[in-house]
């Protein structure tokens, strides 16, 4: 039995840092951009952080598809929300050219700090509804199999 404990140890520390590690970088690489971009009072630095967002997910394959397993809304939608990504970097490059002193100017930068403040990009939901799925499942059984075959090895 301390050989199946140790091998349950093993694979539950590599399944759960494959799993943190991976959730980790999907989180800096979109959802710290559109943050980064939600606070920023220069559209220039929106419109970099938002297309650093736009990177992101096309970088994980975020930009089709379906953040849910069984309940697929529009909400959930991946195309829609990188949709919605593109048009926030249009709007973004506008007020770049616009006159900052203008009551236009103002609007537009608000509306779109509150715009990209409401989006959510659903990336861990996306991540964990594809590979990061089987990770989680991997690391779940793990652990209980590793409890099991750990205290059947301390008790004997």
């Known amino acids: 039995m301390g050989k199946a404990a140790i091998g349950c140890l093993i694979v539950a520390i590599v399944a759960t840092t494959v ?9 800096r690489d979109i959802e710290g951009w559109k943050t980064r971009a939600q606070v920023s009072s ?3 630095d929106m419109l970099r952080y938002m297309t650093l967002t736009s990177a992101g997910m096309e970088r ?10 069984i309940l697929k809304t529009p909400e959930n939608d991946m195309s829609l929300i990188y949709h919605t990504v593109q048009q926030h970097i249009d709007q973004a490059k506008i007020l770049t050219s616009m006159d ?4 236009e100017y103002q609007t537009g930068l608000d509306n779109l700090r509150g715009s990209i403040r409401e989006l959510n990009l659903y990336a861990f939901a996306f ?3 594809r590979g990061g799925f089987i990770w989680q499942i991997v ?6 199999l590793l409890l099991v075959f750990g205290t059947i090895w301390f008790d004997s």
């Open 139 to 144: 690391c779940l059984v793990s652990w209980i």
């Open 42 to 44: 220069e559209p220039n």
């Open 127 to 129: 991540w964990s509804a």
């Open 19 to 27: 799993w943190v590690s991976t959730g980790y970088h999907i989180n």
């Open 100 to 103: 900052r002193s203008s009551p």
């Open 60 to 69: 994980y394959g975020m930009t089709s598809g379906s953040a849910a397993i």
